[in-house]
């Protein structure tokens, strides 16, 4: 098989485009016969997933797995105890002060105090379109920056893997 060939079929398999029957003709090139130079260092790779492929379990695994995990030791913590009643109304009281105490101290707020947003509120709805477009273009921006650092991060990887296939 030419090497041309082979080659545009590796960067159909890298971009995941392969059909199956591309990808048997991609195994059968890289563990029966003569492999390029440029190629050699992806047939290894091949080979290995040719060989997990052929991997079976035997048939009494499930039973063997089964037993093992029947026989292993049955292990009770130690710090496992029984509560008493004494422990039960202690902590039923502790619930019932935690409770009594957020109600009261949610019943003394004073309300100017709890609207505390209330200063930040633009009453004029001119100046609130030009708040929120300052905002938005603010946004944008850094939108635009975090783009551009992943396109420029997208096309080096691209770089490089274009490099790995010649």
């Known amino acids: 098989m030419d090497y041309k ?32 130079p440029q190629l ?52 039923i009281a502790a619930v019932g002060i935690l409770l009594m105490g957020a109600v009261f101290v949610f019943q003394n707020i004073e309300p100017e105090k709890t609207d505390v947003w209330a200063k930040y509120e633009i009453e004029d709805e001119q100046e609130a379109i030009e708040a929120t477009k300052a905002a938005l273009a603010l946004l944008s921006g850094k939108m635009k920056k975090g783009s551009k650092k992943a396109t420029k991060g997208f096309s080096e990887m691209k770089l490089v893997t274009k490099k790995a296939l010649k």
């Open 5 to 36: 060939n082979i080659n545009h079929l590796l960067e159909k398999y890298w971009e995941g485009e392969t059909s199956l029957q591309e990808e048997e003709t991609l195994q059968q090139y890289f563990n029966h016969g003569n492999v390029a």
């Open 40 to 91: 050699e260092q992806f047939k290894s790779l091949f080979q290995y997933f040719k060989e997990e492929q052929d991997v079976m379990i035997s048939d009494d695994f499930e039973k063997r797995l089964l037993e093992q995990i029947e026989n292993e030791p049955k292990v009770v913590s130690a710090k496992v105890r029984k509560l008493s009643w004494m422990t039960s109304i202690r902590t």
